[in-house]
């Protein structure tokens, strides 16, 4: 008898032991890296917030970073956003990490030709690893209601868009909204295309927040063209325009216009 009760806190503290070993996110939302390169955020609303936000699922956004970022990096960066989102409703974010290695955690969604931008060069370099990460993802961790990207990953977003359109894609969310777009000129016939038939349609899908700066120097939206994609997306295309060059505005307009944006009519 003495013998199995020993066994028995033997096992306990075994157990107590391997639970503190676990990663705090084990038990709650937080950050955890489901595989290569996907990140997965979820967080509840407030109490209040609780009354108002819908049962069933949360909100899901696939978010996508710029060139030379990666995931967990960007989940930081736009933090205040994500938590500002929470706070009105249950949310889920999946921060993915390009597929292309530049360097030591930075990574991109394709490569370019040297001194070549997005918007100016004929082809982007390993871009079918990217849709393949896309189009996995969407069926691993989706479907998604948004899409939130930045930069490489708002060009990305544009060609998703289209190929969602014209082709049938698997990614096909509600809603996307693109911080410092610019246009991707290997997929210029996909976007026109798609620009004509949202013209012709009376459904305004895809609805797209256009997010950017006059001074933006990283991605001009006269010269890199996103004010034009903004025009090519239809009734459902919408913009917010600011100050802070190629960065992602967080004050709290910029914010109250996200959540708006995102949420309205959810």
């Not at 993915?96 to 030709?113: K, S």
Request: aromatic fraction near 8%.
């Amino acid at each position: 008898m003495q013998r199995n009760s020993l066994c028995l806190q033997l096992s306990l503290a075994l157990l107590i032991v391997a639970c503190c070993l676990l990663p705090s996110n084990a038990f709650n939302g937080g950050s955890a890296m489901l595989r290569g390169g996907v990140h997965k955020r979820q967080q509840c609303c407030s109490a209040v917030s609780s009354m108002r936000s819908s049962a069933g699922s949360p909100f899901k956004l696939l978010i996508l970073h710029g060139k030379g970022d990666n995931g967990p990096k960007f989940a930081k960066r736009i933090a205040k956003i994500e938590d500002a989102l929470a706070a009105e409703r249950e949310i889920e974010c999946v921060y993915l990490d390009g597929p292309v290695e530049l360097a030591e955690d930075q990574y991109a969604w394709w490569n370019l030709p040297p001194g070549a931008r997005s918007f100016t060069t004929d082809k982007y370099l390993e871009v079918d690893e990217t849709f393949k990460v896309i189009e996995e993802t969407w069926k691993e961790e989706g479907p998604f209601n948004a899409i939130l990207a930045h930069s490489q990953g708002a060009i990305l977003t544009t060609v998703l868009l289209a190929k969602a359109v014209k082709e049938g894609f698997i990614a096909r969310p509600d809603k996307a909204i693109l911080f410092g777009n610019a246009w991707p000129r290997p997929f210029e016939e996909l976007v026109l295309a798609m620009g004509e038939e949202l013209r012709n349609r009376d459904v305004s899908f895809p609805k797209t927040l256009h997010v950017y700066a006059m001074n933006d120097q990283t991605n001009p939206p006269v010269d890199g063209r996103a004010i034009e994609i903004k025009q090519l997306m239809g009734a459902g295309a919408e913009e917010w325009v600011h100050t802070r060059g190629h960065g992602i505005p967080d004050d709290e307009a910029s914010i109250a216009r996200y959540t708006q944006f995102l949420f309205a009519s959810d």
